[in-house]
């Protein structure tokens, strides 16, 4: 099992950036594919980003594509979204979440795939 706790969420200007983060505990960080969704007020959780547990695939939802970046370092135990030229419908609640890595590399899209949840960290991106 692990443990998430999002940081690094705010108030921000659109244009601006943000780097957000995801601590996990344990000592098996590495055996975990990891993903960042979003929730904005009144809508479902939506699919952002994913990072496979060595870090060597990424994948992305189009809406983010060449403006977000997901990296992970696992001798940390961690997981980042950096988030540039933000606008303001990025504007959501931010969570980490996990989920056993199987032999290949297949991402995960929907919020069910993951048994993992972090607390969330707010976003907001101001016109």
């Known amino acids: 099992q692990v443990q998430l706790v999002e940081s690094g969420g705010g108030l921000v200007q659109a244009g601006g950036s943000l780097r957000l983060s995801c601590a996990a505990s344990?000592?098996?960080?590495?055996?975990?594919?990891m993903g960042w969704f979003r929730q904005a007020p009144g809508k479902e959780r939506e699919f952002v980003a994913a990072i496979s547990w060595s870090g060597s695939a990424t994948y992305y939802v189009d809406s983010v594509k060449g403006r977000f970046t997901i990296s992970r370092d696992n001798a940390k135990n961690a997981v980042y979204l950096q988030m540039n030229s933000l606008k303001p419908e990025d504007t959501a609640v931010y969570y980490c979440?996990?989920?056993?890595?199987?032999?290949?590399?297949?991402?995960?899209?929907?919020?069910?795939?993951?048994?993992?949840w972090g607390q969330g960290t707010q976003v907001t991106v101001s016109s």
């Open positions: 979440g996990a989920r056993t890595a199987s032999g290949t590399v297949v991402f995960r899209t929907t919020p069910a795939a993951y048994p993992y």
């Open positions: 344990g000592r098996t960080f590495s055996s975990y594919d």
